[in-house]
């Protein structure tokens, strides 16, 4: 679809503003296709952790939710970060508070702490090492003990980190509201009608969804994955902001969102948070340089720790 005037209009003051204020836009696969279209950057968890600690802008706008920007305020604490929305969180990030998770951890003595990077700065805190989905099972192997490996939050990631790495791990039970929507009669049905797709997940996924899968992989391993792969047709099981990147890489290929639970006319997944981001928030987070995102510096501190074992590996 054509962009509007409208549309075009903002991004144009978007990108003007960028240039007057030595900004870049980091943006995640899930934003809608007009800001991505307007970002730097366009990658997934891991990708926009990596620009954010290498940048040398004087303003980072993180277009994606609260984890994120705080990460990039971790690992470039002298650079002004942005984020258009507050209240844009993640239920997966939420559904582990550092209170109960400081308990949790105390349970287990001596048990190195695997952090998912979508949870809070305090989490990070507590954490020996920060993981994304698609560097997680070459973290867990790198780590030496004999003592279970405690993962948190996300409980689908966790399992199938065990079945990928065959680890003794203790899971936090978190997870995110639109990686468990997925629908496995819907992807049959779907399935049925197109017999030649592939069925591709994000590892944020049931462990019944994940087990119909042709490939597991984060948001930017999906991309790679249908770019070189030899199939024509995908059902793509994770958040439908990816199509978009995913269509502009692979332009005669057909994909197809993975239906959810909810019965409504695209019946595709959209995270609810991510999607609080827009056009006119991003032109007026550039021009008043607010919502700032701020970590407190004990936090920081020690999170930083657990960023840095992650990115050193993935270099
Ligand atoms: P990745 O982009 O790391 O695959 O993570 C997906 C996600 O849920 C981000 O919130
Ligand atoms: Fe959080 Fe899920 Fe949204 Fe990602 S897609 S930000 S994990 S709620």
Wanted: charged share 20%.
């Amino acid at each position: 679809m054509k962009p509007s005037v409208e549309t075009l209009a903002i991004s144009d003051s978007i990108r003007v503003l960028k240039e007057r204020k030595n900004a870049i836009i980091l943006a995640h696969y899930y934003q809608t296709p007009e800001i991505q279209e307007v970002a730097d950057v366009v990658g997934d968890s891991l990708q926009m952790a990596q620009h954010a600690a290498q940048s040398t802008a004087d303003i980072i706008v993180v277009a994606g939710v609260y984890f994120m920007a705080e990460t990039a305020k971790i690992l470039n604490p002298t650079r002004k970060v942005l984020l258009p929305d507050l209240s844009a969180g993640c239920s997966l990030a939420d559904s582990c508070p550092p209170e109960q998770f400081k308990e949790f951890i105390k349970a287990y003595p001596g048990s190195p702490v695997v952090t998912y990077i979508n949870c809070s700065a305090e989490i990070k805190a507590m954490s020996d090492v920060v993981c994304t989905s698609s560097n997680a099972v070459k973290v867990i192997n790198s780590i030496q003990t004999d003592k279970p490996i405690i993962f948190a939050p996300d409980v689908n990631l966790g399992r199938y980190l065990i079945q990928q790495t065959g680890r003794d791990m203790i899971l936090w039970d978190g997870s995110c509201i639109v990686h468990e929507n997925f629908s496995i009669d819907k992807i049959l049905d779907l399935h049925a009608a197109y017999p030649d797709a592939k069925f591709i997940a994000h590892p944020e996924s049931q462990p019944h969804i994940l087990r119909i899968a042709s490939y597991i992989g984060s948001t930017k391993g999906m991309i790679d994955f249908v770019k070189r792969d030899h199939h024509h047709q995908y059902i793509v099981a994770t958040e439908a902001g990816i199509l978009y990147q995913m269509q502009k890489e692979v332009p005669h290929k057909l994909l197809i969102p993975a239906p959810s639970f909810e019965d409504n006319a695209c019946s595709c997944s959209e995270c609810p948070y991510m999607k609080l981001n827009s056009l006119e928030k991003l032109e007026a987070c550039l021009a008043d340089e607010t919502p700032e995102v701020h970590v407190a510096q004990p936090i920081r501190n020690k999170a930083v720790l657990a960023l840095d074992a992650m990115l050193m590996q993935t270099v």
